[in-house]
């Protein structure tokens, strides 16, 4: 029979890390089973054969708009599939407000975008955005698709892939990338080892964090799951990059974005306001969508706008209940159960997720036979 736990494994490993720690109460850890328990990612399907091709197409710097750069640009294999910048750059000649968030595990996202505009069931709808949207990749789908038509081993590989004969298509090469970007998977994680009954995989302060986590920290209440996020949006208050609105390039960027979505009054707005640009609801201002707490080791720094440098600084942040307008609570930990709460959500994340770029295959002129 399986165990009555918050966590996913043995009532003897949760006891185990429950006794290392006097923080952990047993109402805290009552009130933590209301939330879904933190588990292993189960497996995930995906086309083999397209994501292949999709592995090309990510890569491949003809998919955006001047052909200067692409989808790993932004979300590089080397820096935790993101760019480790506190805001991104953006399409060329432009930059962005934002960060670039991984693509580990975004097969399993609930919401896609600090925002949570996008569906996460639906992968080839996030490429879609970031392909055809102006200010990331700015491309034209059927532009697109002509490119890819005049590179004969892409066309090669799209009759394998979806079927014999078929030409490539705009709508269907964002879905194609979409099969790559759900291959992205966490791998050999501790925390994975130590749920399905590894007791050594996580070390003892680990396994306090563990039960802090669950108990007294309380973060369990957003992040659970396998992915460690809920998939709601929430307000931390976490304070704006001054960045932003300091560089005219970042500020004319957010204020587009808030114009094509229909925000009212939008050139009025001075600060990042969420997902209120999307909603219209004034309750959603300033709240974004609960990132994965997967793989955090690679993907500093951290929230939206990479205000939180380290995990140091995010557990601090977090124990003083957020920033102004925060929907959270001080936690009161002390300095030994911060470091603890670290080692903890450091064993969340793996092995790095390595992926070679393919060398790209070069164009050529398409022949359609004689006349």
Not at 18 to 46: H, N, R
Not at 246 to 256: D, E, K, Q, S, V
Not at 270 to 296: Q, V
Request: proline letters at 6%.
């Amino acid at each position: 029979m399986k165990s009555k736990t918050t966590l996913g494994v043995t009532a003897g490993a949760l006891l185990g890390a429950v006794a290392l720690t006097a923080c952990a109460t047993t109402s805290a850890l009552v009130a933590a089973d209301q939330y879904p328990a933190l588990a292993p990612l189960p497996e995930i399907k995906f086309n083999q054969a397209q994501a292949e091709l999709g592995r090309y197409f990510f890569f491949d710097s003809r998919l955006s708009g001047d052909a200067a750069i692409a989808c790993a640009s932004c979300h590089d294999p080397k820096k935790g599939w993101g760019d480790g910048m506190a805001l991104s750059k953006g399409y060329p000649a432009s930059e962005y407000f934002r960060n670039s968030p991984t693509l580990i595990n975004a097969g399993y996202r609930k919401r896609f975008l600090w925002d949570g505009r996008l569906d996460g069931s639906d992968a080839g709808t996030l490429v879609r955005d970031m392909i055809t949207e102006a200010h990331t990749m700015n491309a034209d789908a059927r532009l697109v698709q002509e490119r890819i038509k005049q590179v004969p081993e892409y066309v090669e590989m799209w009759g394998k892939a979806l079927k014999p004969n078929d030409d490539p298509n705009g709508m269907r090469i964002f879905n194609i990338v979409g099969e790559f970007i759900k291959s992205l998977r966490s791998k050999n994680v501790p925390f994975d080892r130590f749920a399905a009954g590894d007791a050594s995989a996580l070390s003892d302060a680990a396994q306090a964090g563990l039960a802090l986590f669950n108990g007294k920290a309380q973060c369990i209440s957003c992040h659970n799951g396998p992915t460690a996020s809920d998939g709601q949006l929430h307000k931390t208050g976490v304070p704006e990059n001054p960045e932003v609105w300091n560089t005219p390039l970042r500020a004319i960027t957010m204020l587009r974005h808030y114009s094509s979505n229909g925000m009212p009054n939008y050139m009025k707005a001075r600060t990042d306001l969420g997902a209120y640009a999307i909603t219209k609801d004034p309750g959603d201002k300033g709240k974004f969508n609960t990132p994965s707490l997967r793989e955090l080791k690679y993907t500093a720094p951290y929230m939206h706008n990479g205000m939180l440098a380290t995990l140091d600084k995010v557990v601090d942040f977090y124990d003083k209940g957020g920033g102004p307008g925060s929907e959270l609570k001080p936690l009161g930990l002390s300095g030994a159960e911060k470091k603890q709460l670290v080692a903890f959500l450091e064993s969340l994340s793996g092995d790095p997720v390595v992926v070679e770029a393919p060398a790209m295959p070069d164009y050529k002129v398409r022949a359609f036979g004689k006349n």
